[in-house]
């Protein structure tokens, strides 16, 4: 008995302190929580910041298989101190031979103003997985000339703006906004008062612009061939082949131009896919046109392969009455299956590109 009380009042003793622990490591918690964002909040609000605001004249020479297009903006930032300016030093990371016109300050009630007009071409990563039913959003991104701790912008929103009638022929704009972000560097660049391997974060402001294709017909025009391609191959299998007029030589002089025009079918299919491939260009995988290209290529294929089984079938005496039936039936699944198939890939290409 001695034992067991002694046993029952060490469990209570040593759990104390645990539990102790446990609730300074909780209350430590709770604390940073709540101090971490009002500190950050704090240090903050003593950067100086500017607006900085963009209004898109123009906008032309888009060249996805290029990667690149030109536009043409009137820049503006608005700052309480006439040294805040970033527009002069400034820097525009994806432009290739900008363009700057002179800077223009002038004095309001709110601060300095600084007007300048920027025009170049510019690189972009472009998605055109989707072709023609695509939808992209291009970038020019504006980096501060002071590290962030000395310099914020804040994005000018409310009086940015799009020209009317600036979308080029076949496109749409969507959207157009300024979005604040952050971009480190992993260099000091040779800043004596930063010890090396030291990075340095700037401000950014990255001008989004919202494209959509608007042109129907592209669709049409780059498909057109394998739509008829898949009809041709269908209709072959239609045609009427057991009447009793028809000897077997006939028969098997009918299957033999029937694989010679599904031959011709799968090199115009693989022409017309090259054809594409140098109209639409994709680095990141297969294009909603490349897999309607190899669908039509599957189907074709599977038209040869029946026709050779029907080439056996017939040679070694098969009912032609069975061969015709078999034909027939065939011919209508496959053109289901293959329009049923065509639709789902456009419709998950078209629902699963990104949405402004």
Known sequence: MAAGECGGRSGPGRALPAVLALLTV???????????????????????????????????????????FAARFRLWSVCPERDLDPLPKASFSNVSDPEK???VVTVHPGGFRDVMLLQGTFRQNWDARAFPFDRQRIEVVVSAGRPLEEF?????????????????????ITGFRLIATEHRFPTNFGDPSLRPGTGVTHSQVRIRIGLERDDPTAFLKL????????????????????????????????LQSRLGLLGGGLFVVMLNMQQVSAVVTSSVGLTLLD???????????LAVMGTVASWRWTVRGGDPVRAEHYHHRGALYGLLGYSLTAA?????FAAADWVW
């Open 344 to 348: 789902a890939v456009v419709g998950w």
């Open 152 to 172: 914020r912008f804040v994005p000018d929103n409310a009086n940015s703006a799009v020209s009317e009638g600036v979308a080029p022929s076949g496109w749409r």
């Open 291 to 301: 897999w309607l290209h190899l669908l039509t290529l599957a189907y074709v294929l």
């Open 101 to 103: 016109g002179d800077p």
């Open 223 to 254: 498909t057109g061939p394998l739509y008829l391609m898949v009809l041709v191959a269908t209709a072959t299998f239609l045609l009427p082949s057991h009447s009793e007029e028809i000897a077997m030589g006939e028969r098997l002089d009918s």
């Open 26 to 68: 909780l209350a430590g918690a709770v604390w940073w929580l709540l101090t971490a964002p009002a500190a950050r909040a704090s240090q903050a609000a003593g950067v100086p910041t500017c607006t900085l605001g963009a209004y898109l004249s123009d906008l032309y020479d888009i060249e996805p298989a290029k990667h690149t």
